[in-house]
C-alpha cells in the first residue's frame, strides 16, 4: 500500500516544530506527505522546509493563498481538497497540524485497509491538556471512549483515512463553511455506503481551547457551521429549547458538576447553531 498523508496549516510558527516532530517519530512514514499552505504570513513555510531538509521525511509544501479566510468561506476544506487532488497514492490519510500525533497513529490508522472492503478509516483523538479549564473543557465535551457506538461514529479529520475514490464519489470536502465540513463529508461517505472501520488506536492529541472566551468561540463557530449545514438539526433544537430548562446539563454526570460552564457553552453553541440556521448553505463544493 502507497499512503499519501495530507494536512493543511496557516500561521502555524509556534505549534508546527511539535507537530512535524511527531511525524518524525511515527513508526511509518507516508510515501509522500502533503502539507497545504493557506499563504501564511509567519514563518510556517520556512520551518516545514528546513525541518524537510534535515530529516528528508518526502514532505513537500503547496503554497495557496485563496485557501484563506480572505478568499473563501471554507479555507480548511478547500486546501484539503487540493492537497488530495495533488496526491499521488489510493489510500489518502488526514490531520490537523495543531495535533500530536502517538508515534503509532499513521501505521494504525493505514493498517485496517489490508481489507480490501474497508473504505474509511476514523481514529480517534485526545485532549492535549496543560491547564485546568482545558481539564473542565474535556470533562464537559470530550466524548469518551466506552460510549461512543461504533457504527455511527462519525470521525473527525484530525484522525481519518480513506480511498480516494470514495473522495472523488463525494466531491471531496464541502467549501462552503467554515467548520462542520468534516462531518458533512462524513455524512456523504455513509450516504454512499462506504464501509467505516474505528480504529481506536490510532489516536493524536488535540490542544482543546486554553480558555473560556476562545471555548465559547469555538463552540460558537461549531454551532454555525452545523446550522449553516443544518446538521444534528432535532439534537440541536432541543438544546436550543433547553435553554430556559437546562435539563440536558442536569442529566449529565460531569456536566452538572462544572453546570455554569456547561450552561455558557451550551448557550454559545445554540447561539452560533441559531445564526447559521438564518445563513443556510446547501453544502455542496459548486
Request: hydrophobic share 40%; charged share 25%.
Amino acid at each position: 500500500m502507497k499512503i499519501s498523508l495530507i494536512t493543511t496549516v496557516y500561521n502555524e510558527e509556534k505549534s508546527i516544530l511539535d507537530f512535524l516532530s511527531s511525524y518524525k517519530n511515527q513508526t511509518k512514514y507516508a510515501d509522500e506527505f502533503i502539507i497545504l499552505d493557506g499563504g501564511s504570513s509567519d514563518n510556517s513555510v520556512l520551518i516545514i522546509q528546513e525541518f524537510e531538509k534535515k530529516y528528508n521525511l518526502n514532505i513537500s509544501v503547496i503554497v495557496d493563498k485563496t485557501c484563506s479566510k480572505k478568499y473563501v468561506t471554507g479555507p480548511i476544506a478547500k486546501g484539503r481538497n487540493i492537497a488530495i487532488e495533488n496526491a499521488r497514492y489510493d489510500i489518502i490519510a488526514v490531520t490537523d497540524a495543531g495535533c500530536i500525533l502517538d508515534k503509532r497513529w499513521l501505521e494504525e490508522i493505514i493498517k485496517p485497509f489490508e481489507d480490501v472492503m474497508i473504505d474509511v478509516v476514523s481514529g480517534w483523538y485526545k485532549a492535549h491538556i496543560t491547564n485546568k479549564f482545558q481539564q473542565k473543557f474535556t470533562d464537559i465535551l470530550m466524548p469518551k471512549l466506552e460510549n461512543i457506538n461504533r457504527d455511527t461514529f462519525l470521525p473527525s479529520s484530525r484522525s481519518l483515512a480513506f480511498r480516494k475514490i470514495c473522495w472523488k464519489k463525494v466531491e471531496g470536502y464541502p467549501t462552503l463553511t467554515y467548520t462542520a465540513e468534516d462531518t458533512k463529508f462524513d455524512l456523504a461517505l455513509k450516504a454512499n455506503g462506504y464501509k467505516f472501520y474505528f480504529a481506536e488506536k490510532a489516536f493524536v492529541y488535540w490542544d482543546v481551547p486554553f480558555d473560556i472566551e476562545e471555548a465559547k468561540q469555538k463552540l460558537f463557530n461549531y454551532g454555525y457551521g452545523d446550522g449553516q449545514l443544518k446538521l444534528r438539526f432535532k439534537k440541536s433544537i432541543m438544546k436550543i429549547l433547553f435553554i430556559l430548562f437546562p435539563i440536558h446539563i442536569l442529566l449529565s454526570k460531569q456536566k452538572r458538576k462544572y453546570f455554569l460552564l456547561s450552561y455558557q457553552l451550551s448557550i454559545s453553541n445554540s447561539l452560533g447553531y441559531i445564526k447559521g440556521l438564518l445563513n443556510q448553505v446547501n453544502g455542496t463544493n459548486k
